[in-house]
């Protein structure tokens, strides 16, 4: 069973940056990709960035691309979505997730991180 934690989150204004970072452990498999969803206040939670887990291959969702970068940490079973330029429709709850294998940028994916709460204001 894999345990993520997510941290990183805060309140910041337009412009700003904030580094989110997710922290994996039990995780006892090798490749797979590791993710970021995002869910704001009454809409479907939705697919951001995501990475491979060995060739480190990435994928964004258009809203981010150029903006977000995602990255990770094999050593530290870490990954880091850096987020720059941040709008306030960036606004959500933002989630980690891993898996061993599957779609990188499906909405299955098996473990989930408790989320954390990312606000831009105006």
């Known amino acids: 069973q894999v345990h993520l934690v997510e941290s990183g989150g805060g309140l910041v204004q337009a412009g700003d940056s904030l580094r989110l970072s997710c922290e994996a452990s039990?995780?006892?498999?090798?490749?797979?990709?590791m993710g970021w969803f995002r869910q704001a206040p009454g809409k479907e939670r939705e697919f951001v960035a995501a990475i491979t887990w060995i060739a480190g291959n990435t994928y964004y969702a258009d809203a981010v691309k150029g903006r977000f970068t995602i990255s990770r940490d094999k050593a530290k079973n870490t990954n880091y979505l850096q987020m720059n330029s941040l709008k306030p429709e960036d606004t959500a709850v933002y989630y980690c997730?891993?898996?061993?294998?599957?779609?990188?940028?499906?909405?299955?994916?098996?473990?989930w991180g408790q989320g954390t709460q990312v606000t831009v204001s105006s």
């Open positions: 039990g995780r006892t498999f090798s490749g797979g990709s």
């Open positions: 997730a891993d898996r061993p294998r599957g779609l990188v940028t499906g909405a299955d994916y098996a473990f």
